[in-house]
């Protein structure tokens, strides 16, 4: 009910109702004068103009806003492979605006996440095959990041913002990679000063998690937090953060263990969503979370070993349970880094295992000799390019939750300020209009009473 009546055409339209009915049913009570069809249909008319009047100017400016974002986001870079970007980018704009049927407010109003992460994290693998409909081919987008170190991905939900993995890392060139990370926020906030992002999602590859020791992990942890930090200090909002486990095939068992999924099956979500609170989650939740998640998944093992008749993956299976058992500490440890402290960064909604295609050797951190006993070196996934546990978790819990971002208190206070300034030049007008035509119609009243008594005086006469 907050959301509704915190709507600002909701509220305009309750109130240019409201003040038709005083002025075009309620005056006409105090005056009678006023009960004339036509001057009601004017005061209907009169009261929908202004409230037209408003209306328009707020819809120009979200569409000022689209043009600003579009051409920023077409401008590209002054040399060969930013013009090229650009020109493929003001492609991709056109055909989303057409696409949306001629609106040209289509970008603005659409949720826009930020997925961020290590170089090699599979982020750009895990948006491509997530099974999210892009109305632009996202073919058009590959080889050309590195120019403007974004890609940008359209799909019909929501706009997704793919960021190289230096931005997060800095560890090339720190002043250039600081430098444009602090550009593109700068973009968001100048753009899209009410909700400049709806959400952000971290990824990290299983298998930076599984091979790092601890000081690789701490070292992920840190720069994503300060990622995260800048982006709550930058843009002045309270955000979702969605962690993607990704590259989950390189978990020894994993492709053998979800292989007879059919397709629902494997666009459901393996993870773990938490309680909505903003500040640091506790590391036993965190432990009690994956527990959760783990006990999940073992809870298939004994169908998948009865449907099994080959040996090796039969042993993959059985292993696997222990190998998500075995990830847990680090994953926590990853968390507990990332979101603990006395200043909060974000809001952590959970923690995903999601993969976007099976390449690479599996990692085995429990049967490492499990090869040497069948007398085969551990062979890479030959998978078939499925995307496990993608497609819902993107499209059925982050999108939806694109409300739960916390606007910038100071914008929000300035559209708290336009709203009242807005609803109290109508109120005002709406009642100068009203005495006006109050103050007028007894007017005509007092000046056609001397005249009607003259006429009654002069039929007597006659």
């Not at 403007?148 to 560890?171: H, I, P, W």
């Not at 200090?233 to 990704?246: A, F, H, R």
């Not at 103050?439 to 007597?460: D, F, G, H, K, Y």
Request: net charge positive.
């Amino acid at each position: 009910m907050g959301r509704i009546f915190g709507n600002w055409w909701v509220v305009s339209a309750l109130i240019a109702l409201l003040a038709i009915v005083v002025l075009a049913i309620g005056a006409p009570i105090v005056v009678p004068a006023l009960g004339a069809l036509w001057i009601r249909g004017a005061i209907v008319v009169a009261v929908l103009a202004v409230w037209g009047a408003i209306s328009l100017a707020r819809v120009m400016n979200a569409r000022a806003a689209s043009d600003a974002i579009a051409a920023s986001l077409a401008g590209g870079g002054a040399d060969e492979e930013g013009r090229i970007l650009a020109g493929r980018m003001t492609d991709a704009l056109k055909s989303l605006r057409e696409s949306a049927g001629g609106q040209r407010d289509y970008l603005y109003n659409r949720p826009w996440y930020v997925i961020i992460g290590p170089p090699g994290a599979g982020k750009t693998t895990a948006l491509v095959n997530s099974g999210l409909r892009f109305p632009v081919s996202t073919d058009q987008f590959k080889g050309v990041g590195g120019t403007r170190n974004l890609d940008f991905l359209f799909s019909e939900q929501a706009v997704l913002v793919d960021t190289a993995g230096r931005y997060t890392s800095q560890d090339s060139d720190a002043a250039v990679d600081a430098r444009g990370w602090a550009e593109f926020l700068g973009l968001l906030k100048t753009n899209r000063p009410k909700q400049p992002i709806n959400g952000v999602i971290v990824a990290i590859g299983v298998d930076e998690l599984m091979r790092g020791d601890r000081a690789t992990i701490d070292g992920h942890a840190d720069a994503v937090r300060r990622r995260l930090s800048e982006v709550r200090k930058g843009l002045g909002v309270g955000i979702p953060i969605y962690v993607l486990l990704t590259k989950a095939d390189l978990i020894a068992g994993f492709v053998e263990y979800h292989d007879d999924l059919d397709v629902e099956g494997r666009r459901a979500v393996l993870g773990h969503t938490l309680p909505y609170a903003d500040g640091a989650t506790a590391s036993q939740r965190l432990v009690d979370s994956f527990d959760e998640l783990a006990r999940a998944i073992s809870s298939r093992q004994a169908i998948r070993l009865s449907a099994e008749a080959d040996a090796q993956r039969r042993a993959l299976i059985l292993g696997f349970p222990s190998q998500i058992g075995a990830l847990r500490s680090r994953l926590v440890r990853f968390l507990e880094r990332t979101f603990a402290g006395g200043e909060p960064v974000g809001v952590l909604r959970g923690f995903y295992l999601t993969s976007g295609m099976q390449e690479g050797t599996p990692l085995d951190r429990m049967m490492s000799g499990m090869a040497d006993v069948y007398d085969q070196p551990r062979q890479k996934v030959q998978g078939a390019g499925r995307a496990y546990f993608l497609n819902r978790l993107l499209g059925d819990v982050m999108f939806p939750e694109a409300g739960l971002v916390q606007s910038n208190p100071a914008a929000r206070a300035k559209r708290r300020t336009q709203l009242i300034v807005a609803l109290g030049a109508i109120a005002v007008v709406t009642v100068i209009g009203a005495v006006l035509i109050i103050l007028n119609a007894r007017s005509l009243v007092a000046a056609a009473t001397p005249v009607a008594a003259i006429e009654q005086r002069s039929e007597r006469g006659a």
